[in-house]
């Protein structure tokens, strides 16, 4: 135990308090679109379909705030923007 703190603490210690809160909009983000996604067909589904776009309006604009902070940071966020519209928008069950 005492090997990963020591292993893990300098990674800590290193992150910057906005790129944990970047981070944590993203996840929030996906969340979203997950539960906009289960919500579906009951009587929660328009409450999750607005949180959701709430959600892509956010994480859009996070994408421009994070381009200050190079290419990376952008295109992070661009991928987490493409994902929750993917899991939002792809119905992969069988048709029929």
Excluded: N, Y
Aim: net charge positive; glycine share 12%; aromatic share 4%.
């Amino acid at each position: 135990m005492l090997l990963v703190t020591i292993a893990v603490g300098p990674l800590f210690a290193a992150m910057s308090p906005l790129a944990c809160a970047m981070s944590g909009v993203q996840i929030l983000g996906i969340v979203a679109a997950g539960m906009a996604r289960l919500a579906e067909g009951t009587r929660h589904e328009r409450a999750c379909q607005w949180l959701l776009l709430l959600a892509l309006a956010v994480v859009g604009g996070l994408c421009g705030f994070a381009l200050q902070f190079g290419a990376a940071a952008g295109a992070v966020c661009a991928v987490t923007l493409t994902m929750m519209t993917m899991i939002a928008v792809v119905d992969l069950r069988p048709a029929g």
